[in-house]
């Protein structure tokens, strides 16, 4: 049982996993910090984020009081969802990219040489209607 679990432990993606949701935590507060510091007041010139709760519709409930949904919330949230994604894409993941193509063009290698070239849908449906002619042209089975 302990030779399984000292196994389990030492395989290659259990501490790739480990690894990564250590610098994911730590990564977590450097997206956060961009965000609340350079996102939020560009996002705060434009709306009043203390009444952002409060917006939304009211509609007068069964027993006369108004409710009110809170779609600012909701707003506040998207915003801050891409506010998020558009920080980690353009100062994260397209950085990362453009440096990897740029080492696989000082390797001598471009993308379309690591990927096989797949059959199109026109000639695997060619390969589809020679087989059944040769099947059907064939020699018939005996009973």
Do not use: C
Not at 42 to 68: C, H, K, R, W
């Amino acid at each position: 049982m302990i030779k399984g679990f000292k196994e389990f432990i030492l395989r290659g993606n259990v501490i790739d996993l480990a690894v990564a949701v250590v610098i994911g935590g730590a990564f977590t507060a450097i997206v956060n910090s961009i965000v609340s510091s350079i996102i939020n007041p560009i996002v705060a010139l434009f709306f009043e984020a203390d009444s952002m709760g409060q917006f939304g519709p009211t509609i007068n409930g069964i027993y006369g009081q108004p409710v009110t949904f809170p779609l600012g919330d909701l707003i506040s949230a998207v915003i801050s969802f891409f506010a998020v994604a558009v920080v980690v894409y353009f100062v994260f993941v397209y950085p990362m990219n453009h440096l990897k193509q740029r080492a696989a063009a000082r390797a001598g290698l471009s993308a379309a040489e690591d990927e096989p070239k797949l059959p199109t849908e026109q000639e695997i449906l060619v390969q589809i209607r020679d087989l059944l002619e040769k099947q059907q042209s064939g020699p018939s089975p005996r009973a």
